[in-house]
């Protein structure tokens, strides 16, 4: 994934500046990347602004620096929407940010294009699962380091594919459902009494 598509998707929906993306990487960014840093922000924005993705004007700002607030350009425009309709490749790794920056603006930009993107990631996933669930997960252990408890390494690994198996199966159920609600445009939210209320939840 490339930072120039994430801050492609924040500048559709309206102008940033270098705070308010500061502010964003502090919190929503560490969803997409726990490795983002500030500096790497103002880097990409150079990059997009050499290729006329964006263009900035100056805020003045009464005892504070000026801000520069960035908007796309039809350059800009054309380059998201060319990134929107390119060819989805899923990572190994189920809920990858890659999908989750494409869905999110993909599917209120071009509802075929997310209907192919949530296909080709749904497709791949069940045929991860399909070639790799019932594979021998047995541990082989040859003069392991002292201490080491073989019988408690191979639980420990059982634990964790046991909470892999159901992430990825609630991950595939979860695409499954949007992939229906999609083909049905319908995406209007779920308002069902039995619904649980996440309105106070954290992501």
Not at 5 to 22: C, E, I, K, N, Q
Not at 37 to 60: I, T
Not at 187 to 203: H, K
Request: aromatic share 8%.
């Amino acid at each position: 994934m490339k930072l120039e598509h994430v801050l492609l998707r924040l500048l559709a929906t309206r102008p940033y500046s270098g705070y308010d993306l500061r502010k964003w990487l502090s919190a929503e960014g560490q969803f997409v990347s726990s490795r983002l840093h500030h500096s790497q922000v103002y880097r990409a924005l150079a990059r997009m602004q050499e290729s006329g993705w964006v263009e900035f004007r100056v805020d003045p700002r009464e005892r504070r620096p000026d801000a520069k607030v960035y908007r796309l350009t039809d350059q800009g425009r054309a380059a998201l929407q060319k990134w929107v309709r390119s060819p989805y490749e899923p990572t190994s790794r189920f809920a990858d940010p890659d999908f989750t920056n494409r869905f999110l603006i993909t599917v209120a930009l071009d509802r075929q294009a997310a209907v192919r993107l949530v296909t080709t990631e749904l497709r791949y996933r069940r045929e991860q699962i399909a070639r790799i669930r019932h594979r021998d997960r047995t541990l082989l252990f040859e003069d392991p380091v002292p201490g080491l408890d073989p019988v408690r390494h191979q639980a420990a690994a059982d634990l964790v594919h046991g909470w892999g198996t159901g992430a990825v199966d609630r991950w595939v159920a979860w695409l499954e459902d949007v992939l229906r609600r999609l083909e049905n445009d319908d995406l209007a939210p779920d308002t069902s009494p039995d619904r649980p209320d996440t309105s106070q939840e954290d992501t």
